[in-house]
């Protein structure tokens, strides 16, 4: 891991550690950390963070740094230990093979919630997975890789293209605003080998949407089944960012998962 990564998480971390010291978290709930995927960040995750607010439920969005699905892990596994009391995941996309990754160790994880996300066995990883079934058309719609200093490549997803292919159902003026501040995510990490997936020691959750471009919706319901999702929720033409668009949905599965493994 680079000295520059090893700031930023622990930047993030020193962050997190105010933003729980000021909160006043509801004891009986969990705190929910939402992990956004690849070509997303913290503020898709802005619906649905309202309705778990208002629901009185603690949460924090993360900065996912996109960077390995080991490295982003380990540092998600930080940020679990760091927080007071349970804590409930929520991967998007990218963000489902890292809170599979995340360490259980410490037994506070109490439920996964995958949002439109891959939830890879061990050895598997994205790229062969959103490939395995037809459907998936985020290929052609990649910007030029940005070669890296450390011989990794960053990729995007060219603006013009990240409307129809990313977010088709939210509005045009939304699309642009979510591909101008899109984060990019390393090839690398693409093509990364998955660890033991936790979602064979905790209850998983899955929802998605049937126009989801990204990843077919077929290979997320082969995934979500698999792992032994609790429930399955599909959002019939809901596209990848399905919490952007249907936040209510999504938090309403959160509260569920919340409430069925609550300790």
Same mark, same amino acid.
């Given at each position: ?54 629901? %009185? $439920?603690?949460?924090?969005? /993360?900065?996912?740094? /996109?960077?390995?699905?080991?490295? @982003?892990?380990?540092? /998600?596994? @930080?940020? =679990?230990? *760091?927080?007071?009391? !349970?804590?409930?995941?929520? %991967?998007? +996309? $990218?963000?489902?093979?890292?809170? &599979? ?28 997975? &959103?490939? #395995? ?35 088709? @159902?939210?509005?045009?003026? @939304? ?8 984060? !990019? ?9 998955? %660890? #033991? ?6 209850? +998983?959750?899955?929802? $998605? ?21 609790? *429930? ?9 960012? =399905?919490?952007?668009?249907? !936040? ?13 493994? +609550?300790?």
């Amino acid at each position: 891991m680079t000295r520059s990564n090893n700031r930023f998480i622990r930047t993030a971390l020193a962050t997190l550690a105010l933003t729980f010291a000021g909160a006043s978290f509801a004891a009986e709930k969990p705190t929910v950390l939402l992990v956004h995927g690849a070509f997303a960040e913290s503020s898709s995750w802005n619906g649905v963070v309202a309705e778990l607010q208002e629901k %009185g $439920y603690p949460v924090v969005a /993360l900065a996912n740094p /996109l960077r390995s699905v080991k490295a @982003d892990a380990a540092y /998600l596994s @930080d940020v =679990v230990a *760091k927080t007071p009391g !349970p804590v409930l995941l929520v %991967g998007h +996309s $990218y963000g489902g093979a890292v809170i &599979s990754n995340v360490s259980a160790e410490t037994g506070k994880v109490q439920a996964l919630v995958y949002v439109a996300a891959f939830a890879p066995q061990e050895g598997e990883n994205i790229a062969e997975l &959103s490939g #395995r079934y037809p459907g998936g058309t985020l290929g052609p719609t990649l910007a030029a890789p940005v070669p890296l200093k450390d011989g990794n490549k960053d990729l995007y997803i060219q603006q013009d293209k990240f409307h129809q292919q990313f977010a088709a @159902d939210v509005s045009a003026k @939304d699309a642009a605003l979510m591909a101008a501040t899109q984060r !990019p995510v390393t090839e690398a990490a693409l093509h990364e080998a998955s %660890g #033991r997936p936790v979602w064979s020691k905790i209850p +998983s959750y899955a929802i $998605y949407g049937t126009a989801d471009k990204n990843i077919p919706a077929a290979a997320m319901k082969f995934m979500a089944k698999r792992a032994g999702a609790k *429930k399955i929720v599909e959002i019939k033409d809901a596209s990848h960012v =399905v919490m952007t668009s249907n !936040p209510e949905q999504v938090a309403d599965l959160i509260v569920e998962a919340a409430t069925a493994t +609550s300790k």
